[in-house]
Every structure is written in structure tokens, then in C-alpha cells.
């Protein structure tokens, strides 16, 4: 963030009443003023029937970009329903770099929803966390091209299979949840 030069074109960061995000950032653009209001869709699975919603979030809770002269629409946009306030620092409205701004809609996808660091390569271990499969482990090997599944190897002592699930029922195994789960015989050999 830099220093607020009021005469300039700027971004800012708008903070907004609690769950106001949508209706500020209508009213904001009713007046022309260009907004930039990111949100997530967080896959669930609902814990009584175990079917998978959809449920969309604001990237940033409360809080929403704008981008106008300060000089000339402040009044306008620090009143506008839904504006709770400007991010400022020593009473001055701390403006956002526009690499910032670039950077958050590089993120944004073509369905509208930014996009969550997928850290699932191939031949990464996973579990299932939910549904029939729970429990269970296999190998990462690729995301379904357009949808939420991912198809994975399941290894057991007789067989091999593929399964493709909801990418929302898997987790990566990481080497610290991996030793949780499965204590150490040598830790245990060398308790006697």
C-alpha cells in the first residue's frame, strides 16, 4: 500500500456491515463505481444425508475493493448502504497497489469463483474422508476435467482399482498426519 494521493484513480479497500459484501458492492456499482468482490465456493458434505453443497463465500469477509477518485466520491461511497467504512491508517484511506488487484483477479477462474491452491500431484498419497470410501487411502492420479472429481488408485492387498470421487471427500496425506495416524514401531520397540 502507498500513500493516498485523493486526486488519483485508486483502489481501496471497503469495509464493509456484517454480510453486506453483495449489497455494497450493488449499490457501489450503482453509482458507477467499479468493485472488485471475490468469493470462494466451499464444497460441504452435508453430515445427515452425505450429499455434497455447494456453498458460495466471500474471499474476504467484510471487506470488498473499490476503485474511484477519494477527492471526489468518499462521501458518496463512505455512505452507500452496505459501507461500513475505508481501510485507513492514521485517519487516512490507505490505498491498494493495482499489482495486488491483478493478482486477485488472476485467481478468479472461468466460473466466477476464485480458485483454491490445489496441492495434489500425481502419485500423491490421499485419503477419503467421507461417503463409502471413508478411510480409506490410494494415490492422486488426475482432477476429471470439467468437474469437482479426481480419480484415484486404491491399492490393496489383492487388487488395484481406480475410483473417481469428489475432490471435496480427499485430503493429501502429509508426512506429520501420516505419523498420527499410524504410531511408530520404533517409537513403541524402544518404549521396552
Same mark, same amino acid.
Given at each position: 500500500?502507498?500513500?493516498? =494521493?485523493g ?5 481501496y479497500?471497503?469495509?464493509?456491515? $456484517?454480510?453486506?459484501e ?6 457501489l456499482?450503482?453509482?458507477?463505481i467499479?468493485?472488485l468482490?471475490?468469493h470462494l465456493r466451499?464444497d460441504?458434505?452435508n ?11 466471500p474471499?474476504f469477509? %467484510?471487506?470488498?475493493?473499490s ?5 471526489e466520491?468518499f462521501?458518496?461511497v463512505?455512505?452507500t448502504r %452496505? ?9 487516512k ?8 488487484i ?9 466460473? %466466477?469463483?476464485?480458485k483454491?491452491?490445489?496441492?495434489l500431484k500425481?502419485?500423491d498419497?490421499v485419503r477419503?474422508? =467421507?461417503?463409502?470410501? =471413508? ?9 476429471? $476435467?470439467?468437474?469437482d472429481r ?11 482399482a481406480?475410483?473417481v ?9 502429509t508426512?506429520?498426519?501420516?505419523e498420527?495416524q ?11
Open positions: 500500500m502507498s500513500l493516498a =494521493n486526486d488519483t484513480l485508486s483502489w479497500v471497503v469495509h464493509t456491515h $456484517p454480510k453486506g453483495d449489497r455494497a458492492n450493488t449499490n456499482r450503482s453509482l458507477g467499479e468493485t468482490d471475490p466451499v460441504k458434505i453430515e445427515f444425508n452425505g450429499k455434497l453443497t455447494h456453498i458460495v463465500r474471499l469477509p %467484510g471487506y470488498i475493493f476503485r474511484f477518485i477519494y477527492n466520491l462521501h458518496k463512505r455512505y %452496505g459501507v461500513h467504512s475505508l481501510v485507513s491508517f492514521n485517519n484511506p490507505a490505498p491498494v497497489d493495482d499489482e495486488i491483478e493478482l486477485v483477479r488472476a485467481q478468479i477462474g472461468k466460473d %466466477g469463483f476464485v483454491t491452491l490445489d496441492d500425481a502419485g498419497e477419503i474422508n =467421507n461417503g463409502r470410501f =471413508n478411510g480409506i487411502r490410494g494415490a492422486f492420479e488426475r482432477g476429471v $476435467p470439467d468437474s479426481v480419480r484415484i488408485l486404491l491399492n490393496t492387498v489383492n487388487f488395484q481406480h475410483i470421487v469428489d475432490r471435496a471427500l480427499v485430503t493429501k496425506v508426512k506429520v498426519s501420516h498420527k499410524l504410531p511408530s514401531q520404533h517409537k513403541f520397540a524402544t518404549a521396552f
